[in-house]
């Protein structure tokens, strides 16, 4: 994972990526991956504990769904508290991408999709 990249902001990244529909761990951070081009690798041994704690945080909830028989997998979706957090992140995001890029010189849109 790029090493600038802050705690806070893996938290807005996986919780974009959820928003729109239940979703498990790997499907994160291989979204999370082609996304970024790259840029932002989530191996296991990251994402797992950062989904545990959003769990526990009240962010995101799971449910267990059975694959096959003898397989299942843990999904997970954004809670209303989780909402309100990628809206604060998204802001914060956006403050701070508009102040580097004000003393880079590069013009600044604002958009975030």
Known sequence: ??????????????????????????????????????????????IYPVLHRMERSGFLESYWTQLTEDRRRKFYRITPEGQALLEKRRAEWRELATGIDGVLGVPHTGVLS
């Not at 090493?3 to 806070?8: G, S």
């Open 1 to 46: 994972m790029n090493t600038i990249l802050h705690a806070d902001m893996t938290e807005m990244l996986i919780l974009h990526v959820v928003a729109p529909g239940d979703t498990y761990g790997y499907d994160i951070a291989q979204q999370v991956r082609a996304r970024s081009q790259g840029q932002f690798n989530l191996p296991e041994g990251e």
